[in-house]
């Protein structure tokens, strides 16, 4: 089973047991946030879509970072000017871990232990 979330201005396709980057969420590691604004749920034939978004279900996740991207660099030069300008720019992110995902009819997929074990190990 996936969902399909919304956080942040964007959308992100997500099954349990999946590591997302998102934009700075609030939260320490170890916290479990909810993601509500789910779009899609389900998988294959019985995929429901929300209009905008599934009534009931949830996306439940674990912070597993707090950190930034890397650098972008915004470079601007006027050629024969003896002008140029250099600015850097690191946005925050929050790495997240999806635990479980909750259709509206009340039916629940969770991550397995052994799932949570490979993954954790594949983290580190």
Known sequence: MFAVIKT??????VAA???????????????????VEVLMVGEGADATIGAPFVEGAVVTAEVVEQGRAKKVIAFKKRRRQN????????????????????????KAKKATKKAEAAAEAAAN
């Not at 969420?25 to 946030?33: E, F, K, N, Q, V």
């Not at 300008?85 to 509206?104: D, F, L, N, P």
């Open 8 to 13: 942040g201005g964007k959308q992100y396709r």
């Open 83 to 106: 002008s140029k300008r250099s600015r850097g720019h690191r946005q925050h992110q929050t790495t997240v871990r999806i635990v479980e995902i909750a259709a509206a009819g009340g």
């Open 17 to 35: 047991n999946d590591v997302v980057t998102v934009e700075k969420l609030s939260g320490a590691a170890g916290d479990r946030i909810e993601f």
